[in-house]
């Protein structure tokens, strides 16, 4: 198990181990995966980038990172250049507690995260929290005047305001009586980590082998309970701009993915999500949980594969 390291970015011998640390976890993405860094408003972003062709980024979800694709960016090198960064707050970029940490401060940021890429267009997958933000970016590349466009979104198990789990165990956590709670048991009883991780999903032996020491190992870089915790404060106002944002959205070719028994946002809310996005599939892969990107794999990549190749080709 790893221990998070106490002392501060500044010290050579904790940076040093945090490097060592993100480089074994990059190796599991498989070669040809590259490990890179790009600074954002201050603060040092990690990303992985592999494969060549039409650009994809990939937006992990709450308390994930980069390592959460492990599966797919080898499977989607041949057919795009993948981009999976570590949300600012997560994985082993900077933590960055003072920037705002809202859905829509953090989409602007991925969109900052594309153009500094010199991508003028790029498909978008965000599952969980990454997935509200994938949809509140795609919105913010419909204003006038963006330097950036997103063509195809794919959202995996997204946040969104009409599954009712998600309305209120975030929201709480958001409180100072959930936030204190939080802190007095979480960060200080890490065994709770994989007990809360293997409940996203459907069957614990579809668990792959070294995903809680992969999940674990940004504990190494202090404060990602507390960015966590700095997500959920906004979460009820999140969901509310979500619900206004989504009529926006219609023009954009979508797949929605979603595991029958995911119990962190409810299969029941594709749907009514899926109304908002007339030109769109809807596919839910039966007995699986909120990852199934890890949890049935292969099923995943081939229709994400599918999707991509059959909106970029029409005919």
Same mark, same amino acid.
């Given at each position: 198990?790893?221990?998070?390291?106490?002392?501060?970015?500044?010290?050579?011998? &904790?940076?040093?181990?945090?490097?060592?640390?993100?480089?074994?976890?990059?190796?599991? +993405?498989? +070669?040809? %995966?590259?490990?890179?860094?790009?600074?954002?408003?201050?603060?040092?972003?990690?990303?992985?980038?592999?494969?060549?062709?039409? @650009?994809?980024? =990939?937006?992990?979800?709450?308390?994930?990172?980069?390592?959460?694709?492990?599966?797919?960016?080898?499977?989607?090198? @041949?057919?795009?250049?993948?981009?999976?960064?570590?949300?600012?707050?997560?994985?082993?970029?900077? #933590?960055?507690?003072?920037?705002?940490?809202?859905?829509?401060?953090?989409?602007?940021? %991925?969109?900052?995260?594309?153009? #500094?890429?010199?991508?003028?267009?790029?498909?978008? $997958?965000?599952?969980?929290?990454?997935?509200?933000?994938?949809?509140?970016?795609?919105?913010?590349?419909?204003?006038?005047?963006?330097? &950036?466009?997103?063509?195809?979104?794919? $959202? %995996?198990?997204? &946040?969104?305001?009409?599954?009712?789990?998600?309305?209120?165990?975030?929201?709480?956590?958001?409180?100072? $009586?959930?936030?204190?709670?939080?802190?007095?048991?979480?960060?200080?009883?890490?065994?709770?980590?994989?007990?809360?991780?293997?409940?996203?999903?459907?069957?614990?032996?579809?668990?792959?082998?070294?995903?809680?020491?992969?999940?674990?190992? @940004?504990?190494?870089?202090?404060? =990602?309970?507390?960015?966590?915790?700095?997500?959920?404060?906004?979460?009820?106002?999140?969901?509310?701009?979500?619900?206004?944002?989504?009529?926006? =959205?219609?023009?954009?070719?979508?797949? =929605?993915?979603?595991?029958?028994?995911?119990?962190?946002?409810? +299969?029941?809310?594709?749907?009514?999500? +899926?109304?908002?996005?007339?030109?769109?599939?809807?596919?839910?892969?039966?007995?699986?949980?909120?990852?199934?990107?890890?949890?049935?794999?292969?099923?995943?990549?081939? %229709?994400?594969?599918?999707? $991509?190749?059959?909106?970029?080709?029409?005919?």
């Amino acid at each position: 198990m790893v221990k998070e390291l106490s002392s501060g970015r500044g010290d050579f011998a &904790v940076v040093e181990a945090v490097q060592e640390i993100s480089a074994r976890v990059t190796a599991t +993405a498989g +070669a040809g %995966v590259e490990e890179c860094w790009m600074e954002i408003e201050g603060a040092r972003m990690r990303y992985l980038r592999a494969g060549s062709g039409p @650009p994809l980024i =990939l937006l992990h979800g709450l308390l994930g990172y980069s390592f959460s694709w492990r599966f797919a960016m080898p499977a989607l090198a @041949p057919y795009a250049t993948v981009y999976a960064p570590d949300l600012l707050g997560a994985g082993f970029s900077d #933590r960055a507690f003072a920037l705002d940490h809202s859905v829509r401060a953090t989409a602007r940021r %991925v969109l900052l995260f594309a153009e #500094r890429l010199q991508l003028s267009a790029f498909d978008l $997958l965000g599952t969980s929290h990454g997935g509200a933000v994938a949809m509140m970016a795609a919105e913010e590349c419909l204003a006038a005047g963006s330097a &950036v466009r997103v063509n195809r979104l794919v $959202l %995996v198990a997204p &946040v969104n305001p009409y599954s009712s789990h998600g309305k209120w165990l975030a929201p709480f956590f958001g409180t100072s $009586l959930g936030s204190a709670l939080f802190r007095a048991t979480i960060p200080r009883m890490p065994f709770l980590f994989p007990y809360w991780h293997r409940r996203m999903y459907g069957n614990p032996k579809n668990i792959p082998p070294g995903t809680f020491e992969g999940y674990m190992a @940004p504990l190494a870089v202090p404060g =990602l309970f507390e960015h966590g915790l700095n997500i959920v404060r906004t979460w009820r106002q999140d969901l509310a701009e979500l619900e206004t944002v989504l009529p926006k =959205l219609a023009s954009i070719p979508t797949l =929605l993915l979603w595991g029958s028994d995911d119990p962190a946002v409810y +299969a029941s809310s594709a749907r009514r999500l +899926a109304q908002f996005f007339p030109n769109s599939r809807t596919l839910i892969f039966p007995g699986i949980g909120h990852l199934p990107y890890e949890e049935c794999p292969e099923k995943f990549n081939q %229709v994400l594969i599918e999707f $991509l190749i059959k909106m970029r080709d029409p005919a």
